[in-house]
């Protein structure tokens, strides 16, 4: 894995789901899991930020109509009904600490639903950049993180899932992911040993 050809994919690190007043933090039954998701991705990007590594958010941001959720269901539902995400809102808004990192992380919007690549222009600038391999991170585990991962893989990308830099709605829900689901179409590794991969590379 090379820098250079790499990029990390940074789902849902907004207000409403890491802010301790977050709409959508209630979602994870561990709440825990959610600083320390936050802890571990901030920790991975500093590793990285001085590496030609593409480290890409891809917020979720929705009218206040909610228009492009026309009849959600499940956790979309969720969403629409509790107001989270909502354009123009406190919520929706990126992390003050992933804003801190600057120009270093780039912003690719128009995420309305689970996977990051639809109606965005997410697949444009990896392929404008030469990536190869994509490491994801971000909540929720079993719904944006998978479908991301898979619309990668579908896309030809080799596709890692950094393990503890996201979390799922319980923790049995994210280990079956994470050592049932995503190795049928990549790697589940924590942030640790891909940094240690990518540092030894950069060097």
């Avoid at 990285?48 to 539902?77: C, E, F, K």
Wanted: glycine residues 8%; contains cysteine; negative net charge.
């Amino acid at each position: 894995m090379n820098p250079a050809t790499t990029a990390v994919i940074l789902v849902g690190y907004q207000n409403d789901y890491f802010a301790p007043d977050g709409i959508l933090r209630g979602v994870i039954e561990d709440a825990a899991s959610v600083d320390s998701v936050l802890a571990n991705t901030l920790s991975f990007i500093r590793g990285l930020q001085d590496t030609p590594l593409t480290i890409i958010s891809t917020p979720i941001v929705l009218t206040p109509d909610y228009r492009a959720l026309a009849s959600p269901v499940g956790i979309l539902n969720t969403i629409k009904e509790s107001g989270a995400f909502k354009a123009g809102s406190p919520g929706a808004d990126t992390l003050p600490e992933l804003k801190a990192f600057g120009d270093r992380v780039l912003y690719v919007t128009g995420k309305v639903g689970f996977n990051a690549f639809s109606n965005t222009t997410l697949e444009d600038v990896l392929k404008q950049r030469g990536i190869r391999d994509v490491l994801v991170a971000g909540m929720v585990t079993s719904l944006c993180i998978d479908s991301t991962g898979r619309a990668a893989y579908e896309r030809g990308y080799s596709v890692t899932i950094l393990s503890d830099c996201t979390s799922a709605r319980t923790n049995a829900e994210h280990n079956f992911y994470c050592h049932n689901v995503f190795p049928l179409y990549g790697q589940a590794s924590s942030s640790a040993q891909v940094l240690g991969e990518l540092t030894r590379s950069a060097a």
